[in-house]
């Protein structure tokens, strides 16, 4: 019977397993995960835009996992746009090399746009994000206090029979 103090750490393991899989739920059902400002460079190419005007040219952009949207704005107002996005194979971070190595928010800003191009001028990581990154190093702490604690967990073990074959099986 295992002593008070492998209890005692098996039970904060058990807690800190529950309260990464709550992260987890929530971080999932949260749309934005990356947020940015978005700037489209052919608008303000055509008017020669200088400074203050650009303003009317920044737009906003935010994805997560499953959703995402941009509000464009090219020098006529805001328009929305929403899309799906099947992200939801990329683990926490692999998102992160795919969001800055790959140019990830520029990409999508981009996709499927065939008169404006857009530039990202900024993009930043959203508490969602930070959620994910809490639960998995709280699995990495929970496999940490697993393998102090030392609770041998039963082995599984298959029993070996010997195979008597006499001749009447050989027969048949």
Request: aromatic letters at 12%.
């Amino acid at each position: 019977m295992p002593g008070c103090f492998k209890k005692t750490l098996f039970a904060l393991a058990s807690l800190i397993s529950f309260v990464s899989f709550i992260l987890i739920v929530v971080a999932m059902g949260t749309p934005k995960w990356m947020t940015g400002k978005i700037l489209c460079k052919t608008g303000a190419d055509l008017v020669n835009a200088t400074d203050p005007e650009l303003v009317k040219f920044i737009g906003e952009i935010y994805y997560g996992l499953f959703r995402g949207g941009k509000i464009r704005q090219c020098g006529l107002g805001g328009r929305r746009s929403k899309f799906t996005s099947g992200f939801v194979v990329l683990a926490v971070t692999s998102f992160m090399a795919a969001v800055k190595l790959h140019h990830l928010t520029e990409r999508i800003a981009n996709f499927r746009e065939n008169v404006f191009q857009f530039v990202i001028l900024e993009e930043c990581f959203e508490d969602c994000f930070w959620i994910c990154v809490a639960s998995a190093t709280a699995h990495v702490v929970n496999l940490l206090l697993i393998a102090i604690s030392g609770i041998h967990f039963p082995k599984i073990k298959t029993k070996t029979e010997e195979v008597n074959v006499t001749a009447e099986d050989i027969m048949y």
